[in-house]
């Protein structure tokens, strides 16, 4: 069985050599505090900046944003169903009218 066996490869645990986590602690506590007192202003939280991070990520959604098509209409989409159930139509009971 030693020849089927695949041993999986080490996982990467890189450590910082250069930082000092309790000084980046007592920071976040600093701004927090700051903030609750009103002396820096508050974090804005607004869902376009979400949403302009997933586009940023995605090279599709990139590419079809710089090149400015559009996804289908719902006009089209909705001419296209009637005309396939028009055929379907005509499949199931061969006739042309309705």
Do not use: C, N, W
């Amino acid at each position: 069985m030693g020849m089927f066996s695949m041993r999986k490869p080490r996982a990467y645990h890189h450590e910082y050599i250069y930082v000092d986590e309790r000084k980046e602690k007592l920071q976040k506590i600093e701004e927090s505090a700051k903030r609750d007192l009103g002396m820096l202003p508050p974090k804005e939280f607004s869902p376009e900046d979400i949403r302009g991070k997933f586009i940023e990520g995605t090279t599709y959604l990139k590419r079809r944003k710089e090149s400015g098509r559009k996804p289908l209409a719902y006009g089209t989409i909705f001419v296209a169903i009637a005309v396939l159930l028009y055929i379907l139509h005509y499949l199931i009971t061969g006739e042309f009218t309705f």
